[in-house]
């Protein structure tokens, strides 16, 4: 049911040394392309494969590649390593022990995309990853992978690594692409689409580390390899970042559309110490919880997730079970959301203040009848109206525990006191 | 991008066409239905960050940003009808209200604020909001002249990209973030943007307060008078809101011809001279030796009787009127027409005249679209700022170069264009070399029109760059750099200053008395200007505008305050042209052109000059010598604002009008006739220029010319005026009144030759090793801004800059307390090391030492050459 390809390297000793990534069969899939010496055979191939963002949106990478202006250079590619969602923590584990793994995905891809710069931006918290991928990326300098005429084949790129500074804010693609450029972590208006104008308002490129990690192998073994899991809409293999009340969490790579009950009870070891589950957060705070009796039902691709009323996000499964207090757990990622908006505009930023003071309120005893309504109504009013996706995301774990746990805050604001803690 | 192509689209309804390139905003807006807006600003790059202007526009999924979304053809857009945007702009005012302090009784915006308006019309009516509210500074000075309230600030960012996108001074940003969001400075510096003031203005809220104007009144208490900024020759359009008859606050007045929507915070906050205590209130007649005050009647008799007696002792040529670049048009040109008919003689003057010869800017916005600005001895930034704002717009929207020749480093040097730092007195031999580094490129033969280019080759052949290095102290690298950026502009453009017109042979300066007669003066300017006449024409014959200082510089001129000339600048020494005058001013007139102001100062040190009337001008304080002679004068009268050190010596001081107390007219750098407005009532028996010198002439002329001095209103002057200058005839009040009348421009013969000038080498002198040279700062302690104390806390004090090269030769290290010394006299100073001053040059400010950098120069008024001792 696991798979094991993109965590292939993980537990081998020295994972992180070059050395090691070529024994275990490293920069192969560089060496073909630069052999084929065709870019558009490698778009192409991403293409069919059907591979989508591991970011979060889930767009179609292929497709994203498509957008760049003909003729426009130069072009950027961004790896996204900013990790910012709460829940996931599958791209730390890619670049802590397969730092060169991340890097001849940015390779291949920038080849595909003929970019000459490319930039991982990486959290600023990661300093185990950030010191991993400095040393891999000296590695593959002195190794000829990076830097002028890689390996003979005239081709030239640099490899820059920047470390984000705190916001989760920056994880945002156009956020990222303002505080690369040294300016203050907001979002910039699209369109124009980065793809269009982005960094230095060039044609650029941003990918998840997990995205492009997922390119040499499927320049390797082709598209109908990789099309070999999953469904037609989601194809392929995905790591889960499994957190919460299971037994075993951790990252974990099966293919799409496996079942949440298999992630949890199988591979995960089930429920922590047998308490039953009351919900699950299937792909990253950003995404609606789910009653865990629904969930258990569902499987882990775009569409199954999206029928029960969520989304596979960045894939982080967050487990709770019944022992949690919700409206606590809602609270606490409200004032995640509420620290995080990046302030630009008035529905994120002042209704996820607005939205933390009445939840801190309610489990505080003082929630009062109208405030549920109220609490759906700012829900209602962010959603689609502010300037970034930040504004929505904040809204969906508020509005998903209410439509779906009424109760807990119906208990709540009449007893004064939490249901769970007795 | 506005393109002529048009878009048709529906908007509730209503079919609308507006040219490709406008957001649904604009065609919105254009039509008449109001979308609600914060960050939007329609100076402003729009951002989208608000979210208070969302629309439904059918097609697309959620509601969209109006201010952000282009139009498309065939669109269809709900702004009031639909219920989902309707409701989600009213979500929006109640998130911003939730966390607003609504403290609107105390709040200076009350009453002219879009967030209450819209909260009015498009709010909720209570509020659902019973958390705490966020606490953040209510009183944050931002500077000297702003004070922000963080809790009223919606962070719509207006004011920050206003001061990057127009001013380009990046000094206000947000700091945090989410509901802890601040505006503020980097690491709280304390703004200095010469363009503060307008973020008041565009702030949606009260978050920016003046404050000078902070708490001094609601604004619904102001009568607001159109009016014209009187500080520099540009002549912002403003507004005077006036209550109590004090001036409270300025705040621009639409003009895109001028200012477009902005004024800089000189012509904003520095307006308290006008209520000033020591305004002068009486007339002042000097009786033992002392002024002491006296009725108008007494006053005007003694002037009339004063210099009746000297007309009937010493004859017209023993009396002098000098006039001023800063009163209006109307004072002027009845005060020439006084000492023209009434007093018959020519022997008039005004300091700091335009030399005829110099032609003025043609226009303002048109700067905008200038791919290389060429800074002749002219400094924008402080001597005529919205010149530096229509600049920074070329450079900062269109990428524009500008190359500043100047013997100092000026606030546009910071583009990074060349910067030809010449050693003043040398400046002519620098322009020939910039003529012969452009000559050496080729110039893609622009040249076609000049008739001699062949001989100008010839001429300039001693003049290469690395010939004139050690005389200029200029660079080769550095003219060859310019000429090069000069070779490829399409569009460039030459403007120069009076500071420039200090490099003739001898030196010259217009504005200080030479002892030299006036034939003479002339021929100094007339190199300086040739030389710019000469590098137009080799560009191809581009435009070359003189940037004046004063705000009537050009009115001063073009109503005959001079000499040689009548009003329309006719010569007074044209029989046909004088005939016309006399019969319209109803007297003979002197044939004989009169004395210019060094004339009369030589007229004085002889004695022969009697009695002098002086109009707005303060001569003593600018030149010690100067103030001297006027001493000697036995019949002054000075008419004026303020006791000033002129005044001082006079035999009778009358007390004249602001800008702010009397109708009237000037015209602008561009030559544009704009129109001033009294906002209030003068103080005391103030009188205003026109009043004092009809009633002064009523007194003296003969019965069957009273009518001649019927005047009984600044407008019957206008009248006047409109018949008797050239061009006049076809006078547009209204357009006057409205932004400005443009009197059709004299028809200038196109130069076709260029001038040989011979660049003089200064002389070294060793004992006086350094050349000094002086300009204006934006804040000085000059005759107005004296009085105006909210600026004169950012007034330095004085100070002398050297170059880190001769600090170290000399032994001088910043702050140091020193003497300037020159052959005429010594000065004390403070150092200031930098390498914004040329080597060899040091720099010092006008107007900021309480000793006038005058005792410095002496009688042949070049550049004077100092040595800096401890
Ligand atoms: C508030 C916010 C935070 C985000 N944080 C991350 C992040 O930490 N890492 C990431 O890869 N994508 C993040 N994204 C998604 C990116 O904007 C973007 O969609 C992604 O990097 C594209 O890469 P992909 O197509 O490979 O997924 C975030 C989006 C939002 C709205
Ligand atoms: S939704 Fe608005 S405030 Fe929130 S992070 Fe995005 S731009 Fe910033
Ligand atoms: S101070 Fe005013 S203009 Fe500046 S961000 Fe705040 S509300 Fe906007
Ligand atoms: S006015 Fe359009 S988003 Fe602010």
Redesign the pocket.
């Known amino acids: 049911m696991q798979t094991n390809v993109l965590l292939r390297n993980v537990g081998v000793a020295d994972s992180y040394q070059i050395e090691t990534y070529v024994q275990q069969g490293g920069y192969q899939a560089l060496a073909k392309v630069l052999e084929e010496g065709q870019p558009s055979k490698v778009k192409e191939v991403v293409l069919n494969s059907g591979l989508r963002?591991?970011?979060?949106?889930g767009?179609p990478?292929g497709r994203?590649w498509m957008f760049l202006p003909k003729g426009v250079y130069p072009r950027y590619l961004v790896c996204?390593a900013?990790?910012?969602?709460p829940g996931t923590f599958k791209d730390r584990v890619l670049m802590e022990h397969d730092p060169h793994g991340v890097i001849e995905g940015i390779i291949v891809s920038s080849y595909a995309c003929e970019v000459e710069h490319a930039f991982i931006y990486i959290r600023g918290e990661y300093n185990l990853g950030y010191q991993r991928l400095r040393n891999a990326i000296d590695q593959a300098y002195a190794a000829g992978f990076l830097g002028k005429n890689i390996r003979g084949s005239g081709y030239d790129l640099e490899l820059s690594l920047i470390q984000g500074a705190g916001a989760?804010?920056c994880?945002?693609?156009t956020a990222l692409l303002s505080s690369l450029e040294g300016k203050r972590g907001h979002p910039k208006l699209k369109p124009p689409f980065p793809a269009a104008q982005g960094l230095y308002r060039k044609p650029t490129i941003?990918?998840?580390?997990e995205?492009l990690f997922n390119v040499p192998f499927i320049v390797l073994n082709g598209s109908d390899w990789y099309r070999q899991w999953g469904t037609e809409l989601s194809p392929g293999i995905k790591l889960f970042s499994v957190s919460g009340h299971v037994e075993r969490p951790g990252v974990y790579e099966v293919p799409l559309s496996t079942p949440i009950r298999d992630l949890v009870y199988d591979i995960c070891g089930g429920p922590k110490d047998g308490v039953p589950l009351k919900a699950i957060i299937p792909g990253g705070s950003s995404t609606r919880m789910v009653r865990a009796d629904v969930a258990m039902e569902a499987r882990l691709d775009y569409e199954a997730l999206c029928d029960v009323g969520s989304d596979l996000g960045s894939g982080a499964v967050i487990v709770v079970n019944e022992k949690t207090c919700l409206v606590r757990l809602v609270a606490r990622l409200a004032g995640f959301y509420r620290h995080e908006s990046c302030g630009k505009c008035i529905p994120c930023r002042e209704g996820t203040d607005w939205m933390y003071k009445i939840l801190q309120r309610i489990e505080r005893g003082e929630g009062r009848a109208e405030d549920l309504p109220l609490l759906l109504d700012i829900c209602n009013n962010i959603a689609g109206k502010s300037f970034?996706?930040?504004g929505d995301?904040a809204v969906q774990p508020v509005r998903s525990s209410i439509e779906r746990f009424g109760e807990e805050y119906e208990f709540h604001i009449r007893e004064k006191r939490c249901m769970v803690d007795g | 991008m506005t393109t002529d192509r048009m878009v048709h689209l529906t908007i509730d309804d209503q079919e609308i066409g507006c040219p490709e390139g406008w957001t649904v905003y604009e065609a919105a807006t254009a039509a008449g239905i109001h979308i609600p807006t914060f960050c939007h600003h329609e100076k402003l790059v729009p951002v989208g960050a608000c979210r208070m202007c969302l629309v439904e526009i059918e097609g697309t999924l959620g509601l969209q940003t109006s201010c952000t979304a282009p139009v498309r053809e065939g669109m269809v857009v709900r702004v009031h009808t639909s219920p989902r945007a309707v409701e989600a702009r009213r979500a929006n005012i109640e998130f911003l209200l939730t966390n607003h302090p609504l403290d609107c009784p105390v709040c200076d915006k009350g009453g002219e604020c879009p967030l209450q308006d819209q909260a009015l019309l498009d709010g909720p009516g209570n509020s659902r909001y019973v958390e705490e509210k966020r606490h953040k500074s209510k009183r944050y000075p931002l500077g000297e002249f702003i004070v922000l309230d963080q809790e009223r600030c919606v962070l719509c960012w207006r004011c920050i990209r206003f001061l990057d996108e127009w001013a380009g001074d990046h000094e206000l940003d947000l700091f945090g973030r989410g509901a802890g969001t601040r505006l503020t400075t980097f690491q709280g510096r304390p703004l200095t943007s010469k363009w503060q003031g307008n973020t008041i203005d565009i702030c949606p809220v009260g978050a920016l307060t003046s404050r000078i104007f902070r708490f001094e009144a609601r604004v619904w208490e102001l009568t607001n008078t159109p009016s014209i900024c009187p500080l520099c020759s540009v002549g912002c359009n403003t507004f005077l809101g006036v209550k109590n008859n004090e001036v409270r606050r300025i705040t621009p007045r639409e003009n895109p011809e001028i200012n477009d929507v902005w004024v800089c915070d000189k012509g904003r906050f520095a307006h308290s001279f006008v209520d000033h205590p020591e305004r002068l209130t009486t007339p002042l007649v000097r009786r033992d030796g002392k002024l002491e005050p006296a009725t108008w009647s007494e006053a005007l008799d003694v002037v009339a009787r004063g210099f009746k007696a000297v007309l009937d002792q010493d004859g017209s040529q023993a009396i002098a009127g000098l006039g001023s670049t800063r009163v209006s048009n109307e004072a002027s040109y009845l005060f020439q027409r006084f000492v023209r008919s009434v007093l018959q003689t020519n022997n008039l003057d005004h300091l700091e005249r335009m030399p005829s010869g110099a032609t003025p800017l043609q226009s303002l916005p048109n700067l905008e679209h200038r791919d290389v600005i060429v800074l002749l001895g002219a400094d924008p930034s402080t001597e005529a700022p919205l010149v530096e704002l229509w600049i920074k717009k070329a450079v900062l929207r269109h990428g524009a170069k500008v190359i500043v020749i100047n013997p100092h480093k000026i606030e546009l040097s910071r583009y990074g264009g060349p910067w030809l730092g010449y050693r003043p007195g040398s400046g002519l031999a620098l322009l020939n070399s910039l003529m012969r580094a452009l000559l050496d490129t080729g110039l893609r033969d622009r040249t076609g029109r000049a008739t001699n280019v062949d001989e100008v080759r010839a001429w300039l052949e001693p003049f290469g760059p690395d010939r004139v290095e050690r005389t200029t102290g200029v660079q080769a690298a550095a003219i060859r750099q310019a000429a090069e950026l000069l070779a490829q502009a399409k569009q460039p453009i030459i403007l120069y200053g009076p500071n420039w017109l200090l490099e003739g042979p001898a030196g010259s300066a217009a504005l200080l008395p030479t002892g030299a007669p006036s034939e003479q003066r002339a021929g100094l300017v007339r190199p300086a200007l040739d030389l710019v006449a000469n590098l137009a024409l080799l560009l191809g014959g581009v435009e070359a505008g003189f940037v004046p200082w004063d705000h009537n510089t050009l009115g001063a001129l073009e109503m005959g305050v001079a000499p040689d000339l009548y009003p329309g600048q006719q010569p007074v020494t044209d029989n046909r042209v004088r005939s016309r005058m006399a019969s319209f001013w109803g007297s003979a007139l002197s044939p004989v052109r009169g004395l210019d102001f060094d004339g009369m100062m030589v007229a004085a040190r002889e004695e022969g000059l009697k009695a002098m009337w002086i109009l707005g001008a303060d001569p003593a304080r600018h030149c010690r010598v100067a103030g001297n002679l006027l001493g000697q004068i036995p019949f002054l009268v000075v008419q004026d604002l303020f006791l000033t050190d002129t005044a001082s010596l006079a035999e009778v001081v009358l007390p004249a009008t602001s800008f702010a107390e009397s109708d009237g007219s000037a015209i602008n750098l561009t030559g544009r006739l704009q129109a001033v407005t009294a906002a209030k009532y003068p103080p005391g028996q103030a009188r205003a220029d026109w009043w004092i010198i009809t009633q002064l002439a009523r007194l003296m002329v003969p019965p069957k010319q009273q009518r001649a001095w019927a005047f009984s209103s600044p407008q019957h002057v206008l009248d006047e005026m409109a018949k008797v200058l050239p061009g006049y005839r076809n006078l547009d009040r209204a357009a006057m009144l409205a932004g400005g009348w443009q009197p059709p421009r004299p028809q200038e013969a196109q130069r076709r030759v260029f001038t040989r000038v011979n660049a003089v080498t200064p002389k070294e002198d060793p004992e006086y090793p350094l050349v000094l040279c002086t300009g204006r700062l934006l804040y000085d302690r000059g005759a107005l801004l004296h009085h105006a104390e909210p600026v004169q806390h950012v007034v330095p004090e004085g100070y002398v800059m050297i170059h880190p090269g001769d600090a170290g030769q000399y032994g001088l290290a910043d702050g140091d307390g020193v003497s300037l010394v020159s052959r005429a006299g010594r000065l004390r100073s403070t150092v200031r090391v930098s390498d914004e001053v040329a080597p060899g040059t040091v720099f010092a400010p006008l107007n900021v030492n309480d000793a006038p950098l005058s005792v410095l120069f002496d009688d042949r008024w070049t550049w004077p050459r100092v040595q800096v001792v401890k």
């Open positions: 963002g591991r970011g979060g949106a767009f990478t994203k996204n900013d990790e910012g969602e989760y804010i994880g945002e693609e941003i990918n998840n580390v995205t970034c996706p930040l995301a």
